[in-house]
T-cell receptor, first 118, second 114 residues
C-alpha cells in the first residue's frame, strides 16, 4: 500500500512553456504533500509543503509565483512550473504523508519527473 | 544551521560483501532519522526509521544504528546484492509540536559489482 504516482515521468519542452506535474496518492488520503527538486548527484531540496485545502508553504528562495502548487483534494497535488527556462531543468519529486504534522508517519515518494527545458 | 553529512560519497564493493554507510547530523530539535534507498531515476523508498530512544533497527539485510549522543547513524548492508546498487540517503526530521521538516543528506552512491 501507500503508492504515490507522479505524472509525467519525463517532459521536454521549449523555454517559456508552462509545465504541470501531477502527484497522486493512489490508495490513501494524503493530508500533506511535499515537492522536492534534485540536481544530479545532489540531495533532495524541499521546495514547498502543502496541506490539503490550504496554501502551500514555500521554502526560502523558492519563488511561489514561479512554482505554483495546488493541493485541492486529499489525493492530488499539482506543481506548475510557469514560463520555464533552462535553469529550471531538474528532477522534481513529490511525496505524500497520510496525516498532518505527525513526524513518525513516513513520506511516500513518487518516482519523479525529469524536466528538460530547451 | 541544520545539516546532515553522509560518508563516503561513493562506494564500490563486490557482490556478497558487507558495507557500512555513515551519517552525521547537526539538527535540533531531533525528531527521527530515516534511511532511504533511491534507485537511479526513481523516488526514494524508506528502509528504516529510528526515534531518539532507538539504537538499532533492522529491515532484512539492512541494519541501521543510531547514537543520539554523538549524533551519528550508520546503515550496514549484509551480503550485498547487485540490486543494492543505489543511492542511500539519510534524512533527519527536525521539529517539535506542529511542524516537522526533513533535512536530507547528499546520499552515498553504492555500486555492487559481480
Amino acid at each position: 500500500g501507500a503508492v504515490v504516482s507522479q505524472h509525467p515521468s519525463r517532459v521536454i519542452c521549449k523555454s517559456g512553456t508552462s509545465v504541470k506535474i501531477e502527484c497522486r496518492s493512489l490508495d490513501f488520503q494524503a493530508t500533506t504533500m511535499f515537492w522536492y527538486r534534485q540536481f544530479p548527484k545532489k540531495s533532495l531540496m524541499l521546495m514547498a509543503t502543502s496541506n490539503e485545502g490550504s496554501k502551500a508553504t514555500y521554502e526560502q528562495g523558492v519563488e511561489k509565483d514561479k512554482f505554483l502548487i495546488n493541493h485541492a483534494s486529499l489525493t492530488l497535488s499539482t506543481l506548475t512550473v510557469t514560463s520555464a527556462h533552462p535553469e529550471d531543468s531538474s528532477f522534481y519529486i513529490c511525496s505524500a504523508r497520510k496525516t498532518k504534522n505527525r513526524e513518525h508517519q513516513p513520506q511516500h515518494f513518487g518516482d519523479g519527473t525529469r524536466l528538460s527545458i530547451l | 544551521k541544520n545539516q546532515v553529512e553522509q560518508s563516503p560519497q561513493s562506494l564500490i564493493i563486490l557482490e556478497g560483501k558487507n558495507c557500512t554507510l555513515q551519517c552525521n547530523y547537526t539538527v535540533s530539535p531531533f525528531s527521527n532519522l530515516r534511511w532511504y534507498k533511491q534507485d537511479t531515476g526513481r523516488g526514494p523508498v524508506s528502509l528504516t526509521i529510528m526515534t531518539f530512544s532507538e539504537n538499532t533497527k533492522s529491515n532484512g539485510r539492512y541494519t541501521a544504528t543510531l547514537d543520539a549522543d554523538t549524533k551519528q547513524s550508520s546503515l550496514h548492508i549484509t551480503a550485498s546484492q547487485l540490486s543494492d546498487s543505489a543511492s542511500y540517503i539519510c534524512v533527519v526530521s527536525v521539529g517539535t509540536g506542529g511542524s516537522y521538516i526533513p533535512t536530507f543528506g547528499r546520499g552515498t552512491s553504492l555500486i555492487v559489482h559481480p
